[in-house]
């Protein structure tokens, strides 16, 4: 395959967030064969299954994108220790009704940010665990939990700081790598 297009699923919903941020930035590190879709998950009505049988135009829509990636990178931040709601919305949505999980098959990749020291570990473990029953193949490793600031990265969304470019770099070629494998 010599074009990959990936989904980018923010799990935070701040215009201005880090995670955002950082979304973005993952962007301009990927080689030219790969090309991104922010998905918009915070429009999505809350997941009931009485309305599995006529899903709503906002839930068709981040399904058919996910449907179309050869992979899906998740950057969530961390929520009292756990993955925000709205990204638990969207990874039910998607895996739903029984039997037509969009999720199924795509190589995920997961990274995030926040302000404290152990970035966004336990959200990353919550969602890996999640994200393994809707039998998405995923990177283990490297793992990126990232401390973040309003200065981490510029205006160009480039990272101010030459090591935490070189580390986060390192962790798109593993994904870039990890996509080639598994989407062919």
């Known amino acids: 395959m010599s074009q990959y297009q990936i989904a980018m699923v923010v799990g935070s919903l701040r215009q201005d967030s880090y995670n955002r941020k950082l979304a973005q930035a993952l962007t301009k590190m990927a080689p030219p064969e790969f090309s991104f879709d922010f998905v918009e998950i915070g429009d999505l009505p809350l997941y009931n299954q009485d309305d599995d049988a006529n899903q709503a135009e906002q839930v068709k829509r981040m399904k058919q994108q996910i449907a179309a990636a050869q992979g899906v990178i998740f950057v969530t931040p961390e929520y009292n220790r756990s993955i925000p ?100």
């Open 85 to 184: 709601g709205v990204l638990k919305n969207a990874l039910d949505h998607g895996s739903r009704p029984y039997g037509q999980n969009v999720w199924a098959g795509k190589p995920a990749g997961v990274i995030g940010a926040s302000m404290g020291a152990i970035g966004t570990a336990l959200a990353q473990q919550h969602l890996r665990n999640i994200i393994s029953y809707l039998d998405m193949p995923t990177l283990t490793a490297p793992e990126a939990y990232l401390k973040f600031d309003d200065n981490t990265v510029d205006a160009d969304f480039q990272f101010t700081n030459a090591g935490t470019q070189k580390f986060v770099q390192g962790w798109v070629d593993a994904y870039v790598a990890w996509v080639k494998k598994i989407a062919g």
